[in-house]
């Protein structure tokens, strides 16, 4: 099958690679239909992810028809699927909690002492991320290998477009749950730093959930004025100074909640030992730990700060003082996907939120390399890149 | 110097101990007919009552499918059985013999004269409300070659505390998933990226 390839930093490729099969009781096999290029797919791309190995096939947000399943399966072939990222049991304590993304149980044994010497404890696994998050191969390709397929895929009803439904892979549920974590109450003003995909999901959820107004932050116009067809306010942190604007919106307060989604839709994990790297890539050195501290300071007294963007190493000069002082609740962490999948394909089938207004190319899984150097180079316009098998080339 | 002990020590289990001589000291006492100058400690817990991880671990024939190192385990008869396992520096074997067992919560072995590396243990299975059972697995072995054999082991990730601690991940994705983990894309890589 053709699968997309990591190579190298800035260098991926089509590859002519074997066809997956079963392999355990509960896994499926299938054909992809429409896989989407996210954010943290460029920190692979830029090389920022340790535990990369030539050949590794990339993406985690995909959706398909299942063509083969395993004794355990409960799909049935023909079936239309979403697949969420992070590879859940379904069966451990964590998943009984709802705690997805911390389910210890896809994560083969051998990946898991990383997190576990970093963190302190292991974290699930994810598709087409690097081998501390498991090596599991991932959906930019014509087939995949799914794990626990009993348990994950949430089945599409026919007659439904993919790219209504394809971002219930992550990115939705992603912006859902930073909306949620914020704590969102009737009147509330919420600000959203970064209009990226996670961003903009937060922006439509917040205001779902009852915020009053919703202030978006970026330096992006095209993805400001996204942001401002769903109802947001928006600043221009290059034109304007993000707190002095936020406290005169606010009429001094601050918003009662603040979402950090500059991490653009990152899952990335950064493990200490590639920190210098990172920072002499100016990766955390610049704006990143910059919107979290920022935030904080913004957030009013009493008041929810909710952080979808991923840090995975150590952040220098974390506002703790203003964090305390304030009496600021901070949630995080990274999505429970299958948790909010049936409640939000619900939500996208009565049109109560927009997906489809995110997609700004379509483009053959062929053309994936040229996909991965367009979304690099042009953030404003490049939204997100679908791609689809056996669509023919425009060019 | 004698170090007081049962009145000052913490409750920290002691194989968490920062002396591993008083771990072995304070734990040879635990396991009948103990044996092994080193030791290991692991703890994790499984989403299943007791009595289901007793069963499928006292069966020692189970073992290999989700223990890396182990190459094959026959059972000789009730009590006794002949390991061979991967070591750092090529085939080890001996044979067990289970010196005390209490059906759903324990059981505890140690090896025969002639062991390659002696050892013995003991598995616990303690029931936990809501969240299923605690194993814990303690351990004491003499590694082969003494200590340098310990670190030829830690460079080629045969040492057993790196291999419990995996053993025992395994063991509970076997059963709570019933499956073992595995990026592998078809059965043949499977096989040969081993567990």
């Known amino acids: 099958m053709k699968a997309l390839a990591w190579h190298g930093k800035h260098d991926v490729r089509i590859d002519n690679v074997p066809d997956p099969e079963i392999v355990n009781p509960r896994d499926c096999i299938i054909k992809v239909t429409s896989t989407a290029i996210c954010g943290s797919d460029l920190h692979l791309y830029d090389g920022y992810i340790p535990t990369m190995k030539a050949g590794d096939v990339l993406g985690h947000e995909f959706m398909g028809e299942v063509v083969e399943v395993g004794a355990n399966s409960t799909l049935k072939k023909g079936q239309r699927v979403v697949v969420p990222f992070t590879i859940a049991c379904g069966s451990c304590y964590h998943c009984g909690k709802h705690q997805y993304s911390a389910c210890p149980n896809g994560l083969p044994a051998d990946n898991q002492d990383i997190a576990q010497e970093l963190y302190g404890h292991e974290m699930s696994a994810l598709f087409g991320y690097s081998h501390m998050t498991g090596g599991y191969a991932g959906g930019q390709a014509e087939y995949v290998r799914v794990p626990f397929s009993d348990v994950g895929p949430i089945v599409i009803p026919d007659g439904v477009d993919d790219d209504k439904v394809l971002f219930l892979s992550d990115i939705l549920p992603t912006g859902w749950q930073a909306a949620e974590y914020a704590e969102i109450e009737p009147g509330d003003t919420v600000a959203v730093w970064g209009c990226g995909p996670v961003g903009l999901f937060s922006v439509q959820s917040a205001f779902l959930m009852g915020a009053a107004r919703v202030i978006a932050i970026d330096h992006f116009p095209h993805r400001l004025e996204l942001a401002k067809k769903f109802g947001a306010e928006t600043i221009n942190f290059e034109e304007s100074s993000v707190y002095d604007a936020l406290m005169e919106m606010t009429g001094g307060i601050g918003p009662d909640a603040v979402i950090d989604a500059v991490g653009l839709e990152a899952h990335g994990l950064f493990v200490d030992n590639v920190v210098d790297q990172i920072k002499a890539s100016t990766f955390l050195g610049t704006d990143r730990p910059h919107s979290i501290r920022q935030a904080i300071i913004a957030c009013r007294k009493g008041g929810r700060v909710s952080m979808p963007a991923v840090y995975g190493g150590f952040v220098d000069k974390f506002p703790l003082g203003a964090f305390m002082e304030k009496g600021l609740t901070l949630k995080t962490g990274q999505t429970h996907v299958q948790h909010y999948m049936p409640a939000l394909l619900n939500a996208i089938m009565e049109d109560k939120i927009d997906t489809t207004f995110l997609i700004s190319h379509r483009m053959p899984l062929e053309e994936a390399p040229k996909g991965y150097k367009m979304f690099h180079d042009q953030q404003n316009e490049v939204t997100k890149i679908v791609l689809k098998t056996g669509m023919q080339s425009a060019a | ?195």
């Open chain 2, 1 to 195: 110097m004698t170090q007081p002990r049962d009145d000052t020590r913490d409750d920290a289990p002691a194989t968490a101990s920062k002396r591993g001589d008083a771990a072995v000291e304070a734990l040879s006492g635990t396991i009948a007919e103990a044996q092994g100058s080193h030791i290991l400690g692991r703890a994790v817990t499984i989403n299943k009552p007791a009595d289901e991880l007793f069963a499928f671990f006292r069966d020692f024939a189970n073992l290999p499918s989700f223990m890396e190192n182990v190459v094959s385990i026959d059972v000789l008869d009730d009590t006794r059985s002949h390991w061979v396992v991967k070591g750092p520096i090529g085939r080890v074997e001996w044979t067990a013999r289970v010196t005390e067992e209490q059906p759903g919560r324990l059981i505890a072995w140690t090896s025969e004269e002639g062991a390659q590396i002696p050892n013995s243990g003991r598995v616990e299975f303690k029931p936990v409300e809501g969240r299923g059972t605690v194993v814990t697995a303690t351990i004491l072995y003499d590694p082969p070659g003494g200590i340098v054999g310990k670190v030829i082991a830690k460079m080629f990730q045969r040492e057993p505390g790196i291999q419990a601690r995996r053993d025992l991940r395994r063991f509970k994705q076997l059963m709570e998933t019933g499956e073992v983990a595995t990026p592998a894309m078809n059965p043949k890589q499977f096989e040969e990226m081993g567990l």
